[in-house]
């Protein structure tokens, strides 16, 4: 790869020139926001303002590395290594899934709906002085995204993190400890038949889990960058049991929910009134489904009668 000669602008324009065919302008000014802001600390506007410093010969090196990475579309956020979620940074690599805007949203919710949780628990016990226990379970941790952020909002939580993959728990151990965050991580398979439900010594009261919902007719739709990259076991599920993970994790909220406990899921936009209906024949009540800032019906929670 050539660049006419070492001035900051000149990497900018082989950027544009390079990936112009395979990327829209604003996802290629993304890409150059991010590469400058993770190697030289840039702002959005120092890329205008700075265009004239010059790099180095390791530091073209890495940018030529960018470049020729993006060519072959890995994500942007494997390639530097990491990423934003809920204004906490977070590393990923190919061993899981990167967070996504959606999944924000549903924290939001976790911790708004925890405000209110909290606040009826102390009520309830009596007890101005003591907080109460609030045991909250993340299913299907990957990058540790979910269980990070809500234990940092929610800090007087006991906040457990599942997940099936070593190699994921790896990564989302290293985020727990970068963020200051104490989280109980726990190998297991959810959709083993009898997991290990003895996770914690009292019972949860707040379950979360963006499972993998992605069906394997719904890949065509998909981008390279995803489908190339991102863990298949984080995405897809067969075909003709689309709501394999919601059904395990309803039954495990079954018996491991406390009475009024409340589950929450990230939806398949497509199977959205399907996981309401799946959890209401399973006893659970106050069914809400809610949609992401796109519009989507991306979110559910429901709650354990007793
Ligand atoms: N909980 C992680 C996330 O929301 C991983 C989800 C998954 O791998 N399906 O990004």
Redesign the pocket.
């Known amino acids: 790869m050539k660049v006419i000669d070492n001035r900051a602008v000149s990497v900018i324009q082989l950027f544009r020139k390079e990936l112009e065919s395979l990327y829209s302008k604003e996802e290629i000014e993304t890409f150059l926001f991010f590469s400058f802001n993770e190697y030289f600390g840039f702002s959005r506007s120092d890329l205008a303002l700075k265009k004239e410093i010059r790099l180095s010969e390791s530091e073209l090196l890495k940018f030529f590395r960018v470049i020729r990475k993006l060519r072959q579309h890995v994500p942007i956020q494997y390639i530097l290594g990491n990423t934003e979620f809920y204004g906490l940074k977070l590393n990923v690599n190919e061993h899981?899934?990167?967070?996504?805007p959606e999944?924000e949203e549903?924290v939001e919710w976790v911790i708004t709906d925890c405000g209110f949780l909290i606040e009826e628990l102390r009520i309830n016990s009596q007890s101005k002085i003591h907080n109460p226990q609030l045991n909250i379970i993340?299913i299907?941790?990957?990058?540790?995204?979910?269980a990070i952020t809500l234990k940092k909002n929610i800090p007087d939580a006991e906040v457990y993190a599942l997940d099936i993959s070593e190699n994921?728990l790896t990564v989302a151990k290293q985020n727990a400890e970068m963020n200051n965050a104490e989280i109980h991580f726990v190998q297991g398979d959810i959709l083993a038949k009898s997991p290990n439900h003895q996770i914690a010594k009292s019972p949860f009261q707040i379950i979360v889990?963006?499972?993998?919902?992605i069906i394997e007719k719904e890949k065509p739709e998909m981008s390279a960058n995803v489908l190339d990259y991102e863990?298949h076991?984080?995405?897809f599920v067969p075909d003709n049991d689309a709501l394999l993970f919601y059904r395990s994790i309803l039954d495990f909220g079954k018996t491991n929910l406390s009475a009024g406990g409340k589950i929450y899921f990230?939806l398949n936009t497509n199977y959205a009134d399907d996981v309401a209906a799946l959890a209401k024949s399973k006893g659970f009540i106050n069914c809400i489904i809610k949609k992401d800032l796109s519009g989507n019906q991306r979110m559910f929670s429901c709650e354990k009668i007793n």
């Open positions: 899981v899934l990167i967070p996504r999944t549903l993340d299907g941790t990957g990058s540790g995204c979910i994921a889990s963006n499972p993998p919902y863990p076991t984080a995405l990230e």
